[in-house]
């Protein structure tokens, strides 16, 4: 396996930021720092550090584009660099133990970035997601569907503590039902006390925010449903314990062909790679608790919806309980055994996709 230093002439390292973006130059083959400057995020602003990169690096396409943030501040900046045909990748994770005593800048960052990536192998460097099209479009529905849900929750928390701390005539010794939303968001006003009369219009309030947000809801599900069905996520449909939201979060996570490099970095990004347990004489293993959280929830659902509903899946779960396996240790199995098909089959598909196009 080859490193960077002896893949790539130049490495150039940025630390984004909102308005600015800082980019240091260095050359791989004796790590000599060529220059470092700043310029705007706007997009004369990349485009002027574009050029000044091929200026200072005499033009040379190899050059690799290391940039933080490249899925939050730098992703505009790394669609544009890819779009120029230099290769991009996100920043390594940095160790903050080695300021101390240095100092920090964003000169010093981005300088950091770029030193930090020359040791690395080429085949492990972290490639940032495509955004554009159906990708971006899945990633934009999924990050508000996350908010969305966040937000019902708040609501619904809020509307069944208030209807349990006031006399509202309603039974709220119970989590509120759907029917009993839909029933508090139609009450009119009374001729009661303030703070009953108070309690029972936020009441209403609350109800037909959190139905407005149902419907809501149902339309993102409805139109990540199309946009999967378009993509390279689509045979994922036809697979137990996956419907649009799962699958989503699957492909958005995977990106495209080549981002992940084989299954056991995917298991790693979706944080199911089993990590070793073992003291004395038990051996085990458990669960990963870090990668990509939203992958992580959607393979759990999958793997709860199959130890559930799933006969072949069901018949392991009890061939593992014989083996004394806990209901725990069973989940991070199928999440594992998940990771895999996923992969297989979004690269699968996007291979298809490929020679469907070409030919």
Known sequence: MSIVAYSHPFVVGVD?????????IVNASNGALLETRQFPTTGSGINR??????????????????IEGAASYGAILAGTVATHGFAVAEAPRMDTKKNRGVGKSD?????????????LEVEKLRRPRLNEGIRQSLRILVASRRSMSKDRTRAINALNSLARSNKLDIDARKKLTPV??????????????????????????????????????????????????????????????????????CFVA??????????????????V?????????????????????????????????????HAETREYVEKRRAE???????????????????FRILNASAKAKMMKEAS
């Not at 089993?274 to 293993?285: L, Y």
């Not at 004394?324 to 996923?342: F, H, P, Q």
């Open 16 to 24: 984004t930021h909102a308005r600015n973006h800082v980019y240091a």
């Open 49 to 66: 550090a574009i050029k000044w990169v091929a200026r200072r690096t005499e033009g040379n396409a190899d050059s690799l584009w290391v």
């Open 107 to 119: 000169a010093l960052d981005s300088h950091r970035i770029a030193m930090a990536t020359l040791p």
């Open 180 to 249: 009993e939303i839909e029933e508090i968001s139609r009450w009119r006003a009374r001729e009661e006390e303030l703070s009953v009369s108070i309690a029972r219009t936020e009441g209403v309030r609350l109800a037909k925010h959190i139905l407005e947000l149902n419907e809501q809801l149902s339309s993102n599900e409805n139109l990540l449903d199309e946009l999967v069905r378009v993509s390279e996520a689509a045979p994922m449909l036809e697979e137990t314990g996956f419907k649009a939201i799962a699958a989503a979060k």
């Open 254 to 271: 995977w990106s495209h062909e080549g981002r992940v490099r084989n299954e056991a970095a995917f298991a790693c990004l979706a944080g």
């Open 273 to 309: 790679n089993p990590i070793p347990a073992s003291s004395g004489n038990t051996t085990r293993h458990r669960l990963n608790r870090g990668g990509d959280r939203a992958l992580n929830s959607a393979l759990y659902m999958a793997a709860v919806s199959r130890m559930t509903y």
């Open 324 to 342: 004394g396996k806990t209901d725990k240790e069973i989940r991070r199995c199928v999440k594992r055994y998940l990771a895999r098909r996923v």
